[in-house]
């Protein structure tokens, strides 16, 4: 796909304001929109949008489906618009979060999500508002929910049995009973019809995800805003995709993974372990990557363009004895990316794709990206501002390149220029004509000036806010993912600004 030079902000949802403790997509999200259009933005960016698990810290790459929407982002507002529920259904007990006594919405925090919290409190009201729609669905509902479902039923049957069985067997599907782990047909008719009510329930979630979903979506084409989707490489173990298609991957014949994802060391660093089971590529090409086709039709239904996460795992992924917890134990394995994206291009036409192909840059990489035209991710984070021509200084960025000013995993701005050593510093200073002084809109407006065709900031980097704000610290297991702004520092000067700069850069 060919990109024009343009430039986007990113914000995960969950970080968006709104009225029940995390971002949705009701209000919120269209304020963020209108804030977008006034900043003369193209892109709207995010992480993955499907379902988290407590379990793993609520990271959205870490998701019980590869192809479901997070039930926490549903807006309980729009609900009400539409008759699902009341105001009424919005208020808790006394006792329950009110401060004077009496009904009020609970008082969740502005600044941060409080998962927990949240968690009860939305899923209450999405089953209530599940309930109200089963029992007297208008003609038009009706008719929509059915043909949701028939247009998604090829994931969501298998998802919303999973999120049943789940709840039924209060754990991982690897320990359920072996003729459901095995997905025995006869157990999984009897237990779907004994689960019908709960199966129904998830499909309901889904259903109004969707359908606000879409409604968000045309809300920001409107205003001429694209959004950029997220595409992690590989999915959680715990999830509908691995037990509905045990198959594409890498598995013992205990449904075990027989090796995990991750990275080997490099120089500074102990490697990684991700524990997500690997793909059987051989297996995938057998079945022209039937799997992931419906993966990409799926997002892509979605989102005007996705990021490509840990590109490096289409040419080669590091493979880790699922026994062993040593990253270093694992090995190179060779992946079918050129195949994979040809058949890709083959069946799904021009490929909305950037990649993220930071940290393995080496030639097989390098091929692959540049056969299908993929532009690259460059961040200053990762630049040595005293060695002339460091391919993360902006005024290297390639024309087929995605400037970042910083990202979802790395510090925001002011906490990585607070890090620098003098030395760095004074460099910095000097290769993008900065003073220090307000060191992110100098940065903002050196990737802007860059040769990339696409530019990124953060929400944290225009409010120019330090290391508190960090969005997520990778290998690090709490505390992430849960950072908020509120909507009186979406600041019309700062949207003003960076539209300057946007113009200024013919970025439009």
């Not at 097989?364 to 002339?388: I, T």
Request: include cysteine; charged fraction near 25%; proline fraction near 6%.
């Amino acid at each position: 796909m060919r990109f024009d030079r343009s430039a986007g902000v990113f914000c995960h949802l969950t970080s968006l304001p709104g009225p029940h403790g995390i971002g949705d997509l009701g209000g919120g999200a269209r304020a963020f929109v209108e804030w977008l259009a006034d900043a003369e933005q193209s892109y709207w960016q995010f992480c993955p949008l499907g379902p988290t698990a407590s379990v793993h810290g609520d990271s959205p790459y870490q998701s019980y489906s590869a192809f479901a929407g997070n039930p926490l982002l549903v807006s309980l507002d729009r609900l009400v618009d539409d008759g699902y529920l009341e105001g009424a259904d919005l208020e808790v007990e006394a006792g329950s979060g009110s401060t004077d006594g009496g009904p009020a919405d609970p008082e969740f925090p502005d600044d941060y999500v409080d998962y927990g919290r949240v968690r009860e409190y939305k899923l209450d009201r999405l089953r209530t508002a599940a309930e109200r729609f089963n029992a007297d669905p208008s003609g038009d509902d009706r008719a929509a929910f059915d043909a949701f479902r028939e247009r998604a039923s090829g994931w969501l049957d298998d998802y919303a049995l999973f999120m049943a069985l789940r709840t039924r067997y209060d754990g991982a599907w690897t320990d359920w009973p072996e003729p459901i782990q095995r997905r025995d047909p006869d157990a999984l008719g009897s237990h779907r019809e004994e689960l019908s009510a709960t199966v129904r329930y998830h499909e309901f979630v889904q259903f109004v995800f969707d359908r606000q979903w879409r409604a968000l979506r045309d809300y920001a084409a409107d205003r001429g805003i694209d959004l950029v989707g997220d595409l992690p490489i590989y999915v959680a173990l715990d999830s509908a995709d691995v037990w509905a298609n045990p198959g594409v991957f890498d598995l013992t014949p205990h449904n075990e993974p027989a090796a995990v994802a991750g990275v080997p060391p490099n120089p500074g660093d102990d490697g990684q372990r991700w524990g997500n089971p690997v793909y059987d590529w051989d297996r995938l090409r057998s079945t022209g990557y039937a799997w992931w086709l419906d993966r990409l039709d799926r997002l892509l239904d979605l989102v005007d363009v996705a990021r490509i996460d840990h590109f490096k795992g289409f040419d080669e992924f590091w493979a880790i004895p699922a026994d062993a917890d040593d990253p270093a134990a694992g090995a190179w394995r060779d992946a079918p990316g050129h195949d994979f994206f040809g058949t890709v291009d083959a069946e799904l036409g021009e490929l909305p794709f950037v990649v993220e192909d930071l940290g393995f840059l080496d030639p097989g990489v390098v091929d692959l990206r540049d056969r299908f035209g993929f532009p690259s991710m460059r961040v200053p984070h990762y630049a040595d501002w005293c060695q002339q021509g460091d391919m993360y200084q902006p005024m290297h960025f390639p024309e087929a390149s995605v400037g970042y000013t910083s990202t979802h995993d790395t510090n925001t701005l002011v906490g990585y220029y607070g890090s620098l050593s003098e030395r760095q510093r004074d460099c910095l200073h000097y290769n993008i004509g900065a003073d220090g002084s307000e060191i992110q809109w100098s940065v903002i407006e050196a990737v802007w000036r860059s040769d990339a065709v696409l530019a990124f900031t953060t929400v944290q980097d225009v409010l120019g806010l330090g290391e508190g704000a960090r969005f997520n610290r990778p290998g690090t297991a709490t505390g992430n993912w849960t950072w908020r702004v509120s909507e009186a520092a979406l600041r019309e000067g700062d949207a003003k600004r960076l539209a300057r700069l946007t113009d200024e850069h013919v970025r439009n």
